[in-house]
């Protein structure tokens, strides 16, 4: 039985039937359940939020497969709201939710983060679950914060730490950490930033104006390939030198991951509130 199957047993019973109507993918080297391995991860952290069902909740970030929308709406019930926020990447979003049977308790709004089309205290809860690393820099954590805080009473922040406890978790960190750098050396931009420390996650939150209510670290024991992509993307960097520092980077990673396969690292969860 595969970890996946294991976990699914010891989540609600209602969920693991949502789950099996999401999709499965045939894109190797991704396993063809992923988006589902991923969704139940989601699942298990936002147990450690306050999600109330019934409530209205802002999603910061939902992604191009709500993949944390997915498990929201579940928490949130019939008679709840996610307001799904994304800038750019809605891919196969409506067609997923459509087939979780979760379309009439989401709203999709695209806009930038910075500047929520929301009223003050419009939402009982903002989160952002995975998504931190895609706000290109500290600064810009530092406004989406602040505008989390006007929105809602109190927000809930869930990313990957910079940490490894067995050597599957130590493969996804290297093969990871070399995503800031493609997009760097192919694009010109920043994306998939490092992941950073709970500390530093909460020294951020105190320079938006919001004061830690609980920080803590949840282990999820579920593989994690979405670090991965292909070799020849490197190829596109402009800088020769720093497209063959890339590319052995890469060879290496790919190495442990074949060794030890790739594990979701340790996530750090922290609520927070206006100070």
Same mark, same amino acid.
């Given at each position: 039985m595969s970890r996946f199957d294991v976990q699914l047993k010891r989540v609600d019973s209602a969920f693991a039937r949502v789950l099996q109507e999401v999709p499965l993918f045939d894109n190797p080297p991704l396993a063809a359940d992923w988006l589902r391995c991923e969704m139940l991860e989601r699942y298990q952290v936002l147990q450690h939020a306050p999600v109330a069902t019934g409530s209205t909740v802002l999603e910061v970030g939902s992604g191009g497969h709500g993949i944390a929308t997915v498990p929201l709406a579940f928490r949130?019930?019939?008679?709840?709201? !996610?307001?799904?926020?994304?800038?750019?990447?809605?891919?196969?979003?409506?067609?997923?939710?459509?087939?979780?049977? *979760?379309?009439?308790?989401?709203?999709?709004?695209?806009?930038?983060?910075?500047?929520l089309p929301l009223a003050s205290t419009s939402v009982d809860l903002a989160l952002c679950v995975h998504g931190i690393r895609s706000l290109r820099s500290?600064?810009?954590?530092? @406004?989406?914060?602040? @505008?989390?805080?006007?929105?809602?009473?109190?927000?809930?922040?869930? @990313?990957? +730490?910079?940490?490894? !406890?067995?050597?599957?978790?130590?493969a996804h960190l290297e093969m990871y950490d070399l995503r800031q750098e493609f997009f760097e050396a192919t694009t010109g931009q920043r994306d998939d930033l490092h992941y950073l420390t709970a500390e530093r996650l909460g020294r951020l939150l105190g320079e938006a104006g919001g004061v830690v209510l609980s920080s803590e670290? !949840?282990?999820?024991?579920?593989?994690?390939?979405?670090? *991965?992509?292909?070799?020849?993307? +490197?190829?596109?960097?402009a800088d020769p030198k720093r497209r063959e520092e890339l590319l052995a980077r890469w060879d290496r990673a790919e190495q442990l991951l074949r060794v030890h396969g790739t594990d979701h690292p340790p996530v750090g969860v922290i609520l927070a509130a206006r100070s």
């Amino acid at each position: 039985m595969s970890r996946f199957d294991v976990q699914l047993k010891r989540v609600d019973s209602a969920f693991a039937r949502v789950l099996q109507e999401v999709p499965l993918f045939d894109n190797p080297p991704l396993a063809a359940d992923w988006l589902r391995c991923e969704m139940l991860e989601r699942y298990q952290v936002l147990q450690h939020a306050p999600v109330a069902t019934g409530s209205t909740v802002l999603e910061v970030g939902s992604g191009g497969h709500g993949i944390a929308t997915v498990p929201l709406a579940f928490r949130t019930g019939e008679t709840g709201r !996610v307001i799904a926020l994304e800038r750019e990447r809605w891919g196969m979003f409506r067609e997923i939710l459509t087939q979780a049977g *979760y379309r009439d308790r989401v709203r999709p709004v695209k806009g930038d983060a910075r500047q929520l089309p929301l009223a003050s205290t419009s939402v009982d809860l903002a989160l952002c679950v995975h998504g931190i690393r895609s706000l290109r820099s500290e600064p810009i954590m530092v @406004e989406v914060f602040r @505008e989390m805080l006007r929105v809602a009473p109190k927000i809930f922040l869930a @990313e990957s +730490l910079p940490v490894a !406890v067995n050597d599957a978790q130590r493969a996804h960190l290297e093969m990871y950490d070399l995503r800031q750098e493609f997009f760097e050396a192919t694009t010109g931009q920043r994306d998939d930033l490092h992941y950073l420390t709970a500390e530093r996650l909460g020294r951020l939150l105190g320079e938006a104006g919001g004061v830690v209510l609980s920080s803590e670290v !949840v282990e999820v024991d579920l593989p994690h390939a979405l670090a *991965y992509f292909p070799r020849d993307l +490197l190829k596109n960097a402009a800088d020769p030198k720093r497209r063959e520092e890339l590319l052995a980077r890469w060879d290496r990673a790919e190495q442990l991951l074949r060794v030890h396969g790739t594990d979701h690292p340790p996530v750090g969860v922290i609520l927070a509130a206006r100070s």
